[in-house]
């Protein structure tokens, strides 16, 4: 979480009124992944499943060092990198603790006086009838 803000609405007014069919579809077939990739504890899948067409083109150039720090994060391993929400914030992923340093030290220059969270990950998922 960088130390600088982006107001949703100014998020929300760079946004297109129209996408094309083809981004929607694009998009659409991330999240059906995204979900393929957690059911089938298939991680390597994330990084297809979070590429976007719909939000993050649109914002990034509100973003200052944005894309700088997705590069840092996908250089220091991060399996998948995105925009969380409206944005500021950029979510990565990593699958051991050194690649989770490396990252942690790749969004420093990014956060600033901002924070990085390391969220460990659940202890799977649980099958209800």
């Known amino acids: 979480m960088p130390d600088f803000e982006l107001l949703t609405s100014?998020?929300?007014a760079v946004l297109p009124e129209i996408y094309s069919r083809s981004d929607l579809v694009y998009n659409s077939s991330r999240s059906a992944l995204w979900t393929t990739a957690i059911a089938l504890?298939?991680?390597?899948?994330?990084?297809v499943a979070s590429q976007d067409k719909v939000h993050e083109p649109y914002r990034e150039p509100l973003i200052?060092?944005?894309?700088?720090?997705?590069?840092?994060?996908?250089?220091?391993?991060?399996?998948a990198v995105y925009l969380s929400g409206a944005g500021t914030t950029l979510a990565a992923i990593s699958l051991d603790d050194a690649t989770t340093e490396n990252c942690k030290k790749a969004m420093e220059p990014y956060v600033g006086g901002g924070k990085v969270h390391i969220l460990s990950p659940s202890?799977?998922?649980q099958y209800l009838s």
Not at 73 to 78: I, N, P, T, V
């Open 10 to 12: 100014e998020a929300r």
């Open 64 to 79: 200052k060092g944005m894309r700088a720090c997705r590069q840092r994060l996908e250089k220091a391993g991060a399996i």
């Open 41 to 47: 504890d298939k991680p390597e899948l994330l990084k």
């Open 123 to 125: 202890n799977g998922y």
